[in-house]
């Protein structure tokens, strides 16, 4: 609200003080997420982007295992998934994870579908690189992400020549091609060397991006699981089952009748996909791998193993290819001695899952409404009587009494609703002054 130089000058001090060359573009991207997000059609517009990117990802799985399980991976993806508060997508930094994830699964596909080409041409295979450069360059997350991405492609690349008859060496020095090495160590190289020269110019001050528990192993592991548990309804499901309504519940049963018929319909590929165990061992690894970033920062391990808050961004990242291990494991019944048995209480188990994650997600949408009340107060008061924000005690009984909203120390609360009450006072105003239930808000 105050403006791009604000915005800027920002960027640049929280960019030196963390030694975070990637926030120059990421805080922007966050600003325009937090300043967008209080309008419904770009919330809609946000969770359409979130979506979009679980189907990308869903489609690159699909390509490397060669067996069309993007849809089935896709229905497990959104219907396994968990809303949460703590700092994950797609309430929370709605743009920081997604945007660059788009971009690099979306330019990681294009480079897969080059390199399936005899004579793919050089510059839409250049400018793909870019992108991908490009999307891992805004965000350690993403560089995680990328670099896993990569990874993944060698191995898948490996197991196709191995298919095609190839021995163990030769199906290697197929897969780890010279021209493939060569540009992706590049685009690696254009990510990496800017951001350790900056961060060797810029020591960071913030211990959320330090590497100094990474040699305490039992709490760098301690920490990543953590963090991987809480991007999966493992731990939600049966919370909030006496809560909700009846309708939800209903709502909910319906949801998981329609989950166990899709993945039913949708698993023959699913079933023949090769080595399933495998797949799945590199997938939990890739999981754990995602979430090193954070695992190995002394403030997300005292956060994780110490005071038990373990959810954040990479919980959402590691959540991917927890769910690819998931498909595994019913790929893996699907082809055992007792499969007709096995893989029905598989989609009936995987069904009742969906069923008690939406009752929790309802249940977790109630308590956003609450925290939804004080954005309306506050709008209302900017609208009909913005001086109130001169008189801290009277500004927050109106429009925060219980404290929902809390601010990153040092921040102080009324600094914040000091420049959002005024710039939205100068915006237009959604409500009328002789609206009853406003007058009630604002006159308690």
């Not at 359409?48 to 896709?74: E, G, H, M, P």
């Not at 330090?210 to 192993?217: C, T």
């Not at 939804?372 to 005690?393: G, I, Q």
Request: aromatic content about 10%; proline content about 5%.
């Amino acid at each position: 609200m105050q403006g791009f130089v604000s915005v800027r000058d920002h960027a640049i001090l929280v960019a030196t003080e963390q030694g975070r060359i990637g926030q120059l573009l990421m805080l922007p991207l966050n600003v325009v997420g937090a300043f967008l997000a209080g309008n419904p059609l770009w919330r809609i517009i946000f969770l359409a982007a979130y979506v979009l990117q679980l189907l990308l990802f869903s489609i690159f799985v699909s390509r490397l295992l060669r067996q069309n399980v993007s849809l089935f991976l896709f229905v497990l993806l959104v219907s396994l998934h968990p809303l949460v508060f703590d700092n994950m997508p797609p309430n929370a930094y709605p743009l920081q994870n997604t945007v660059p994830l788009i971009i690099a699964l979306a330019a990681r596909l294009a480079i897969l579908r080059y390199r399936q080409q005899e004579t793919p041409p050089h510059i839409p295979v250049a400018l793909a690189h870019l992108t991908f450069a490009f999307g891992m360059f805004i965000s350690e997350f993403v560089v995680a992400f990328g670099t896993a991405l990569i990874a993944a492609e060698y191995m898948a690349r490996t197991q196709w020549a191995r298919i095609a008859g190839s021995n163990l060496s030769s199906a290697i020095r197929k897969a780890f091609a010279r021209h493939f090495v060569i540009s992706d160590g590049l685009v690696l190289l254009a990510v990496l060397v800017p951001y350790v020269m900056f961060r060797l110019l810029n020591p960071s001050i913030y211990d959320g991006n330090s590497a100094g528990g990474l040699f305490s192993i039992h709490r760098v592991v301690g920490t990543a699981f953590g963090h991987i548990i809480e991007g999966t309804p493992v731990r939600f499901v049966g919370e909030e089952l006496l809560t909700v309504t009846t309708y939800d519940r209903l709502i909910a049963i319906v949801v998981g009748m329609a989950v166990c018929l899709c993945l039913y319909r949708l698993s023959g590929p699913v079933l023949y996909i090769r080595r399933p165990w495998a797949v799945a061992a590199i997938s939990l690894a890739l999981a754990f791998y995602v979430t090193l970033p954070i695992a190995i920062a002394t403030k997300y391990q005292r956060e994780c193993v110490d005071w038990g808050q373990c959810g954040y961004l990479d919980s959402r990242i590691s959540y991917l290819p927890m769910m690819v291990a998931l498909m595994c494991v019913v790929s893996a019944i699907g082809q055992s001695s007792f499969r007709n048995v096995l893989t029905g209480a598989a989609w009936v188990v995987l069904g009742a899952v969906a069923t008690l994650v939406s009752v929790y997600n309802a249940g977790r949408a109630a308590e956003m409404r609450r925290f939804d009340t004080v954005w309306l107060r506050a709008d209302a008061v900017a609208c009909v009587a913005p001086d109130f924000v001169r008189d801290e005690t009277v500004f927050l009984t109106v429009v925060d009494p219980a404290g929902l909203v809390e601010m990153h120390p040092p921040s102080k609360p009324m600094e914040f609703w000091s420049v959002y009450i005024m710039g939205r006072a100068k915006q237009s105003c959604r409500f009328s002054a002789d609206e009853p239930s406003l007058r009630i808000s604002i006159h308690p």
